[in-house]
């Protein structure tokens, strides 16, 4: 094969998941093709990294781009506009975040391009199973500022030759370069009162005089700021993250002023409703470690949503309310008012489920809470590996009267049977399995076990995913093992973006 390094007037016939185009050359060899690929674009390109089974490239410049997908109508003034395109269209733009990649496309076109993703990585599945359905993608009510968390970095460095001044930097990360930074003045995912608020504390830190974390030299103060807003309660979370090894005594001093700044700060007593400040002096770039210490500056430590939907059952409509406390590290899905239809679409297809259920990746909220106040189910059984997310999901059970019908393990979930002997005995009567993993899919382990279950219980599986890739390759494994399924639903809870949710159940 020729060893292009640029090639011209490529043709983008499809795009997978990560927003990568896909070309191939004339022996086959797949060329992927990232940074902002459109569906039947016409691009320059230029090779990056060349692999056996594949080659990658970058995009050079957009020849011709087809106008059913796009107008390059943006809401963000960050959202990256290749300067060909922007001098044509006669459109102004500021320094790119990298995120939000989707908004260039109308969103009807962004719900076909994600149905059709997802056919794509479930084509082995659709080939093995008849009549299989993957129904179009249930979209998202509102398509911008539905974010509920949202996490920003102090750097010093916006370039690898260019370092800025230690105050004046509390931005995005650059993606893919950990230690660099975006300038950005707001972000159009988020609500008009998180943009305020973070516009308000990055000027209270900047007048404190403390210098920012340098990601290189691991040293100075400000790390990360992370805001969390719930959209049915109106209360507002904020972590600030900071490095204190090391701080000389004049700093000290200034750290102790700006620490009593924010304990008396009358905007921050209007609008937030706790701020906590978190001491992580571990090296790598993360908002807490193991060996962090996080405490309450002002406040409550938890702030508390609740979650709302309406139960159907012969034709009369029953309103579920569900309250969740929740703590700063604790996990909960990223769009509020989505995780409602989330939450009904997994309830239409286990309504009929009536005895014990075992969640193996509870996380913190869990959903279920909301089935068992529903009166639907006997009991739950709940296994969790991150400790802070077990006390809770426990405290929420308690708070939503449902503690009684409820059975607590932290634990891996592919370790959850051989550590605990009780909790085979707490699934005598099993009917239904629930997973929700990370976006690395089901642990191989945990995959043999319920393979190993199904032999003994006739349960369901339902499956939970924000990876097609992952979860494609787990249905595939469990189907080749006796299991059935008849549709995957996709649920569009990330609008502007390639990130889908995916819901099916297995027999």
């Not at 230029?46 to 020849?63: A, L, P, S």
């Not at 395109?85 to 009807?108: A, D, F, R, T």
């Not at 003045?185 to 008009?192: A, V």
Request: aromatic content about 16%.
């Amino acid at each position: 094969m020729k060893q292009w390094n640029i090639l011209n007037n490529i043709y983008i016939y499809k795009i997978w998941y990560w927003w990568i185009g896909i070309w191939a050359l004339a022996d086959w060899k797949k060329v992927l093709v990232k940074w902002w690929a459109l569906p039947k674009s016409t691009v320059d390109i230029k090779v990056v990294k060349k692999k056996k089974d594949f080659i990658q490239w970058h995009i050079i410049e957009i020849k011709k781009y087809d106008k059913k997908y796009t107008d390059w109508e943006v809401f963000c003034p960050h959202y990256f506009i290749p300067i060909w395109i922007s001098e044509k269209n006669k459109l102004s733009h500021k320094i790119w975040c990298g995120g939000c990649k989707w908004q260039i496309m109308n969103y009807n076109k962004q719900l076909e391009l994600k149905h059709e993703i997802i056919k794509d990585w479930f084509w082995k599945i659709l080939k093995k199973i008849e009549n299989l359905e993957i129904p179009s993608v249930i979209w998202a009510p509102i398509q911008k500022w539905y974010r509920n968390k949202i996490e920003f970095s102090f750097g010093v460095y916006i370039s690898a030759k260019e370092w800025i001044d230690h105050r004046q930097n509390l931005w995005f990360h650059k993606q893919w370069e950990f230690s660099k930074i975006v300038d950005i003045d707001s972000c159009g995912l988020i609500s008009s009162k998180a943009n305020q608020i973070f516009e308000y504390i990055k000027n209270i830190c900047f007048q404190s005089w403390l210098p920012v974390f340098d990601q290189k030299t691991h040293q100075w103060f400000f790390r990360h700021l992370v805001i969390r807003e719930w959209f049915n309660t109106n209360q507002i979370l904020v972590n600030l993250s900071v490095f204190e090894n090391n701080l000389k005594n004049n700093l000290n001093k200034k750290r102790d002023d700006f620490v009593e700044n924010i304990k008396k700060d009358n905007f921050l007593k209007e609008h937030i409703t706790s701020f906590v400040i978190t001491n992580n002096n571990w090296l790598a770039d993360t908002v807490k470690s193991d060996q962090s210490e996080t405490k309450t500056l002002r406040w409550d430590w938890f702030i508390y949503e609740t979650l709302k939907f309406d139960e159907i059952i012969d034709k009369e409509n029953k309103k579920i309310e569900c309250n969740f406390r929740v703590s700063p590290f604790s996990f909960f899905q990223t769009n509020t008012l989505w995780a409602q239809n989330l939450l009904y679409e997994a309830y239409k297809m286990t309504w009929h489920i009536k005895w014990t259920i075992l969640d193996l990746y509870c996380w913190t909220w869990t959903i279920w809470i909301s089935f068992l106040k529903a009166a639907r189910w006997k009991n739950l059984v709940w296994v969790e590996i991150v400790q802070e997310a077990i006390i809770d999901a426990q405290y929420n059970a308690k708070i939503n009267w449902v503690d009684k019908d409820c059975f607590f393990l932290a634990s891996a979930s592919e370790k959850a049977f051989t550590d605990n002997i009780q909790l085979k005995e707490k699934i005598k009567d099993l009917e239904l399995v629930i997973v929700d993993p990370p976006r690395d899919g089901m642990h191989k382990n945990l995959i043999s076990f319920l393979i190993d279950l199904k032999k003994e219980s006739d349960f369901k599986l339902l499956y939970i995913s924000c990876n097609p890739i992952t979860m494609a390759r787990d249905i595939e494994i469990l189907i080749d093992n006796w299991f059935k399924t008849k549709k995957i639903q996709a649920v569009d809870m990330f609008p502007q973006t390639h990130h889908i949710e995916l819901i099916s159940v297995l027999w």
